[in-house]
């Protein structure tokens, strides 16, 4: 991997850059192809979920639009796990729904909610890497799918026609679980989850606007100003989560009463160096420099250098 290839991490485009409408390319290009279908994104919403500054943490909705059929999508970025993971993601849709539904509006003006959850932890068990879910409602003895339909009014040569379409006002959720993927293109959605879990494109990608993901979004295009807030941001999440990962041993190892005070400390030990090694591979890919490395994890140059040297493709 060049460092010239090198782009900006995925949790950064998504907090800072898709609110600029030169960017909406990117986000529908990301959403064609999760959706599997044209979406066009007519604005950004405002939401008090929505973060207006590059800070990660208590960060929930990270971007919230409004595409050409009038749906508001949520789309989040989160790298660590929390029990109430899912608890959470109900909580951000009904939100939603409940800000943008005005007291006297007709029901039938409520929006279509989607949900897309990008997650760089394993989420329960599992071996997929994308999850989907929605409401169905089934009949109790037949197990039948209830299906309800609008009624619709169109203009047919003139003349005013009535129709009956399906009606699905329930929520979506979309959950990506990027550490899950293994790296094997097989669908348009494949190449920008490759994007987020690698951080670069390759050149034989064709699924649509991943080429302007390609150009827009790398390092070097950067700013001296914007550069240096990314490189903040990586050091501030690795650092972060460090922390959280090192009270998590610490918690598991003192909650155990009973057990060899030597395996405790080997177990602790094993653990912090494995995260030492994560944080590690996550900047060398973010395209820290050993320098800067080396002040997040401790490591020598040396220690780092030989990681570096077994990530080069």
């Not at 007291?103 to 071996?127: C, E, M, P």
């Not at 990608?205 to 827009?216: T, V």
């Amino acid at each position: 991997m060049k460092n010239k290839d090198l782009l900006i991490r995925f949790d950064w485009v998504i907090k800072t850059m898709l609110r600029d409408k030169a960017n909406f390319d990117i986000i529908e290009g990301f959403l064609s192809a999760l959706l599997k279908e044209e979406v066009t994104v007519l604005e950004v919403l405002e939401s008090e979920s929505n973060q207006q500054n590059a800070s990660q943490k208590y960060n929930r909705v990270d971007v919230l639009i409004r595409d050409s059929k009038d749906r508001k999508v949520i789309i989040e970025v989160q790298s660590d796990s929390e029990s109430d993971f899912l608890e959470r993601l109900l909580f951000g849709v009904s939100k939603t729904i409940v800000d943008h539904f005005r007291l006297g509006d007709a029901y039938s003006n409520i929006s279509k909610i989607i949900s897309v959850s990008v997650q760089y932890f394993n989420i329960g068990r599992g071996t997929d890497y994308i999850y989907y879910g929605s409401t169905e409602i089934r009949g109790m003895h037949t197990n039948e799918l209830l299906d309800v339909r609008e009624k619709v009014e169109t203009m047919v040569d003139g003349e005013l026609r009535i129709k009956f379409q399906k009606k699905n006002i329930f929520p979506e959720y979309y959950i990506i679980s990027v550490n899950r993927y293994p790296d094997i293109v097989k669908e348009d959605i494949d190449e920008w989850i490759y994007m987020m879990k690698n951080n670069i494109v390759k050149t034989e990608f064709h699924s649509r606007n991943i080429d302007k993901a390609r150009e827009k979004l790398k390092i070097l295009n950067m700013s001296e100003q914007e550069r240096l807030d990314y490189e903040k941001y990586l050091m501030n999440s690795a650092i972060e989560k460090d922390v959280i990962s090192t009270a998590r041993i610490e918690g598991r190892a003192e909650g155990k009463a009973e057990g060899k005070a030597e395996g405790k400390a080997e177990g602790k030990a094993e653990g912090k160096a494995e995260e030492k090694l994560e944080t590690t591979i996550n900047c060398i890919k973010a395209g820290l420099s050993n320098e800067t490395i080396q002040k997040v994890t401790g490591l020598s140059l040396d220690e780092i250098q030989k990681v570096r040297e077994g990530l080069v493709d």
